[in-house]
């Protein structure tokens, strides 16, 4: 059976430190993957999508960076991390089902 | 921008009764429709699913509807139970591979 798993659980980041999340999927090849952010209390935002290794698709413009360096590995990546970048963040695999996603356990950031 | 909405952030239900979430959306293009649930500290999980052509659609203990003309949608529960708790999101799809999310009901079940 498939599986997806993200680390670290959970990190506490400075202000301007840089950032590297790590999903990774099993059970499955050739997968399209997401990134989200989950704000507290909100709703979530697609980040980065990828059809395949080296593929990335931006949502939105902000200092985040993706990258798929193998075909079960998604990275997430940020270069100076604002305190905005704080939330819950969500690596998924697009299932067979139209609009199903799997969704991994997330890593909750926090930057002070 | 096209968005997808709830009407109640929180919901609290009596266990054994039935529930209902709502959710407005505003993207014609939309034909696709997905209901899931996010307990605390986990990632999302799908319910249920609903497309365009149909109105109504039932899994086990949950029915979604689809309401085309005022861009409706809504999950029920039936007979609620304590393992209900969590956030629900709906989320809207179209042709693209993208989906929509709403920003989230918390329904909370009452002993």
């Known amino acids: 059976s498939q599986t997806i798993h993200q680390w670290p659980a959970t990190l506490v980041q400075p202000v301007g430190s840089p950032l590297s999340l790590e999903c990774t999927v099993e059970g499955t090849s050739n997968p399209n993957l997401y990134w989200y952010r989950q704000a507290a209390g909100r709703g979530l935002q697609l980040l980065f999508y990828s059809v395949g290794i080296g593929q990335i698709s931006s949502e939105v413009p902000q200092n985040l960076s993706a990258s798929r360096p193998q075909d079960r590995q998604f990275i997430l990546s940020s270069k100076k991390l604002l305190l905005s970048d704080s939330g819950f963040y969500l690596c998924a695999w697009k299932g067979d089902r139209r609009g199903e996603q799997f969704f991994g356990p997330g890593t909750r950031l926090t930057v002070l | ?111």
């Open chain 2, 1 to 111: 921008g096209e968005s997808v909405g709830l009407h109640l952030p929180t919901l609290s239900v009596q266990e054994g009764d039935n529930s209902i979430i709502n959710c407005a959306y505003s993207n014609s293009a939309s034909d696709y429709f997905i209901w899931y649930k996010q307990e605390s500290g986990k990632g999302p999980q799908f319910i249920i699913d609903i497309r365009s052509n149909m109105d109504k659609r039932q899994g086990q203990r949950v029915t979604v509807l689809l309401n085309k003309t005022v861009k409706h949608l809504s999950l029920q529960i039936a007979a609620t139970q304590p393992g209900d708790s969590a956030v629900y999101f709906c989320a809207e799809g179209d042709s693209s591979y993208k989906l929509i999310f709403g920003s989230g009901t918390r329904l909370l079940v009452r002993p």
